[in-house]
């Protein structure tokens, strides 16, 4: 067990245990002196707190002179994320793909297929906004259509949203897990499926969603604010969505100081705790990615990461730390 411990420990408390015995022989000695020499008060007092300063920086002055004897180091573990982790995100948003066709077909009150068009959607921020939609046309269903404009991958529809009211939210977003599995299957490579398999995965915990736009991708953003209200009903609401535009990916300094004003916000507004809140970090640039790594080791905030070549759904939660230990 003592082996763990460096030399440099014992060497650190010695040195503190004869600075305070030093300090107090030396505060009795001078005291006396002081109290002899000087009647008044005030000076007596002046006096021994520029003593107990000068001794105290003389301390710190060793301690800065010795600082090169230990390290600073971080420490990374990964762990499989588990459903329902977080109650807020911080999610990056890249460019749709251009051969990737997205569109939403439903079945009105005939039985009859139509599909939605943008104008549609566009202004949907809640689900208030979907039931007067539904209303407005007869919907039954509404099916999220996926297709490669290169090549035909078949059906790839799934149910998003159905107007029966004994839907449980939970089955529904096992059922797009399933969907967003089984269109990887199909070699169907989606942009967006990484974000949306982080929030289907937290649907019962998740009341945050905050995404990181350019001004290329912003134009699309409707898009997946619909699935996703489809898909949780009720984080439309008390502004549970919310879109940050940069003008790039690529500039460290504006990408880090928009995080910093999200954490302030988060910590303000929302009062979400560290561990509450995720970033993901997959298939951003490398800005994003050192970004969200010092996002973590500030705010010890975790990262989320989902590999492509490992198996569909497995999303690593890295959690980073700072550590300050003597070298061996």
């Not at 300063?53 to 390290?71: E, G, N």
């Amino acid at each position: 067990m003592f082996k763990k411990f460096n030399k440099d420990y014992f060497i650190l408390a010695g040195l503190l245990s004869v600075w305070l015995i030093l300090i107090g022989i030396a505060g009795n000695y001078f005291t006396d002196i002081i109290d002899n020499y000087f009647k008044n008060t005030l000076p007596i007092l002046l006096i021994k707190l520029f003593i107990m300063s000068v001794l105290l920086l003389l301390f710190i002055s060793f301690l800065y002179i010795k600082k090169k004897r230990f390290k600073f180091y971080a420490l990374s573990n990964e762990v499989l994320m588990e459903n329902d982790s977080f109650k807020a995100v911080i999610l990056p948003i890249s460019i749709p793909s251009k051969i990737i066709n997205i569109n939403f077909s439903y079945i009105d009150n005939n039985n009859e297929e139509r599909y939605l068009e943008d104008e549609d959607i566009k202004n949907i921020k809640s689900l208030d906004d979907v039931l007067d939609l539904v209303k407005q046309k007869n919907i039954k269903e509404i099916y999220l259509d996926l297709r490669n404009s290169e090549k035909d991958n078949g059906d790839t529809k799934c149910l998003i949203f159905s107007k029966k009211n004994n839907e449980d939210e939970v089955e529904k977003n096992k059922r797009f897990i399933n969907w967003l599995e089984e269109i990887t299957k199909k070699k169907i490579r989606w942009n967006w499926a990484v974000q949306l398999l982080i929030i289907a995965k937290n649907s019962k915990s998740l009341e945050h969603i905050r995404f990181i736009c350019t001004e290329d991708s912003i134009d699309k953003i409707y898009i997946l604010k619909f699935i996703i209200i489809c898909l949780l009903n009720k984080i439309g609401e008390n502004e549970g969505i919310i879109v940050c535009e940069i003008e790039s990916f690529e500039n460290f300094t504006i990408l880090s100081e928009l995080v910093e004003k999200i954490e302030e916000d988060f910590e303000n507004r929302y009062n979400f705790k560290d561990k509450e809140i995720a970033f993901d970090i997959t298939g951003g640039t490398k800005p994003v990615s050192v970004i969200g790594t010092f996002f973590t080791l500030k705010s010890r905030t975790p990262i989320l990461y989902v590999s492509q070549e490992d198996e569909f759904g497995k999303i690593l939660q890295i959690n980073a730390i700072i550590n300050i230990e003597p070298p061996e």
